[in-house]
């Protein structure tokens, strides 16, 4: 079976800085993998995926993440982080079963930014 | 990217009752609808994947007669819920997909309590 995971619960930065929220997926086969954000009682908003192509996958608000094979890695990035940016991510990858599919998420990582 | 609606995005209901919320894509047809819950400050749990014309396929430990699913068109999706006890209180997200390997557009939420 697909999964991921986001093995922080919580990441801070300061506003300017760059930062980085982890995923890490496990698949048979190439995956499809996508970044979602969440804003306070609200629904998901998705930001990027990658299906194929360029290990480097450029989305919406800035937003960036580098597909590693070899470390069955995800990773969104942003080169300068927003206050704005404060919201909880997360990451998650297509999984296919007899011609249906469905997503599987990862654990969601809150971010903070700080003034 | 796809307007996905939601309707009520609140509602409250006395246990016993039963509630419908309704999804509806706005602007594309979706033929695969999701059903997912949000525990507070939790991921994501899929309840169930529909598709147009289609009996609802749901994840272990969903109760089917309890949660109804409906997808009667290509446009709108609806999930009931039957004989609503304070435990069914939750954040109910839905999304809508559209063929081929693509993102997932999701609704608002609906924030229901059941007192």
């Known amino acids: 079976a697909q999964s991921v995971a986001q093995p922080e619960d919580q990441v801070n930065v300061a506003e300017g800085n760059p930062l980085t929220v982890k995923c890490t997926y496990s698949?048979?086969?190439?995956?499809?993998l996508f970044w979602y954000v969440q804003y306070p009682n609200r629904g998901l908003q998705f930001l990027l995926k990658?299906?194929?192509?360029?290990?480097l996958v450029k989305g919406s608000y800035g937003f960036e993440a580098e597909f590693n094979k070899s470390q069955t890695s995800f990773h969104l990035k942003k080169p300068s982080a927003l206050v704005s940016d404060s919201a909880l991510y997360f990451c998650a990858v297509r999984q296919s079963t007899s011609g249906t599919y469905k997503y599987i998420f990862g654990t969601g990582t809150r971010l903070k930014v700080l003034a | 990217g796809a307007v996905v609606s939601q309707h009520p995005s609140r509602v409250i209901c006395k246990s016993g009752t039963s509630v419908k919320i309704e999804c509806r894509s706005l602007d594309f047809q979706a033929t695969t609808m999701f059903w997912y819950r949000q525990f507070p400050k939790k991921s994501l749990m899929l309840m169930a994947t529909?598709?147009?014309?289609?009996?609802?396929?749901?994840e272990q430990g969903v109760e089917k007669d309890k949660f109804l699913i409906n997808h009667a068109s290509l446009t709108l999706s609806t999930l009931t819920v039957t004989s609503a006890h304070p435990e069914d209180s939750s954040f109910y997200i839905c999304s809508a997909a559209g063929q081929g390997v693509g993102e997932q557009y999701f609704g608002p939420g609906t924030r229901l309590t059941v007192t």
């Open positions: 990658y299906i194929t192509g360029d290990n």
């Open positions: 698949v048979s086969g190439n995956p499809y």
């Open positions: 529909s598709n147009e014309g289609s009996k609802a396929t749901y």
